[in-house]
């Protein structure tokens, strides 16, 4: 009998009295919220005109994983999360001769694994869960901007990047 189920004077609980191993998999779809982007300007000289383009970034789909043991109330649990996004745009494939084009590119990379000791707790039919534990995540952001073409009777080809690369270990708390 688990410690809640004590207190609460009762005999059994039906979400604590159980073993059981657990698996499972779910899928995610996620917009990048506050993503900064890259901007490329491309000025003639002689006319004065101005061309501006910003990078674009996309929608992330990923997938969720997890395996995990369980004996009256309190466990253990693997769960490994994959995030990822790629914008490849192949506009490139023809600039007309006296024009110029834009190409943005952007990559999302992220991995996340969680090691989790779990408790959980049942009370008048609900339950819920306070997990301890620790994760290792490693994220990757490359954002390209690139420009060609011809502007003003002179080629132009130009380019800016951006990337962020981070990984580490840390806590985690759930309730």
Known sequence: MCS?????GRFTCACCAQEEL????EGTYLGVIGEGNNQLVVVDDLT???????????FAAGQRFWLGVEDDGVGIVGEYWLLGSRLIDASFAYVPPSDIAFQSNYLLDLHVFDLLYFHEFCCR??????SL????ADLDRAITLTASGKSGGVFINGNTRSNYDSDGFGGVAIL
């Open 4 to 8: 809640l189920c004590q207190c609460l």
């Open 22 to 25: 657990s698996f499972g998999t």
């Open 48 to 58: 004065g005109e101005t061309e501006i383009a910003n990078s674009e970034i996309g």
């Open 125 to 130: 039919g609900s339950s819920f869960r306070a």
């Open 133 to 136: 534990g620790g994760r290792y």
